[in-house]
């Protein structure tokens, strides 16, 4: 089953194309593709107001990249994890309970979030 990959950029790098695929460099949570397109789905409009980058900084975008590579910058993680822990009430997932974890990690260390998408 395809997954997507949320993890945390430690030493974030401003204009770096944040393009391979390196789930392990930034310790990565996966969560199953079907339930992350059925947040989509539920939560659109609520993700589509979260300020993103798409894979680099000067490509600024909402939301999630579903096939591609979303930087989450620390000012949007508190909205994001809002979103997840609604969507959590909803699925009940123990996928959204790590990825939950992850963002506030990230919140209290002030860094970016890194998005693998399918």
């Given at each position: 089953?395809?997954?997507?990959?949320?993890?945390?950029?430690?030493?974030?790098?401003?204009?770096?194309?944040?393009?391979?695929?390196?789930?392990?460099?930034?310790?990565?949570?996966?969560?199953?593709?079907?339930?992350?397109?059925?947040?989509?789905?539920?939560?659109?409009?609520?993700?589509?107001?979260?300020?993103?980058?798409?894979?680099?900084?000067?490509?600024?975008?909402?939301g999630l990249d579903y096939c591609?590579?979303?930087?989450?910058?620390?000012?949007?993680?508190?909205?994001?994890?809002?979103?997840?822990?609604?969507?959590?009430?909803?699925?009940?997932?123990?996928?959204?309970?790590?990825?939950?974890?992850?963002?506030?990690?990230?919140?209290?260390?002030?860094?970016?979030?890194?998005?693998?998408?399918?």
């Amino acid at each position: 089953m395809a997954k997507h990959e949320f993890g945390i950029i430690d030493a974030f790098e401003e204009n770096k194309w944040y393009s391979d695929y390196e789930p392990e460099k930034y310790n990565c949570v996966s969560v199953d593709d079907d339930l992350i397109y059925e947040l989509i789905i539920k939560y659109n409009e609520e993700l589509m107001e979260l300020k993103t980058y798409f894979q680099v900084t000067t490509q600024q975008g909402t939301g999630l990249d579903y096939c591609g590579v979303t930087l989450i910058p620390p000012e949007s993680l508190k909205q994001f994890r809002d979103i997840i822990m609604k969507a959590n009430n909803y699925f009940k997932a123990k996928e959204l309970e790590l990825l939950t974890e992850k963002i506030t990690e990230a919140i209290i260390k002030n860094k970016y979030l890194i998005h693998y998408g399918i």
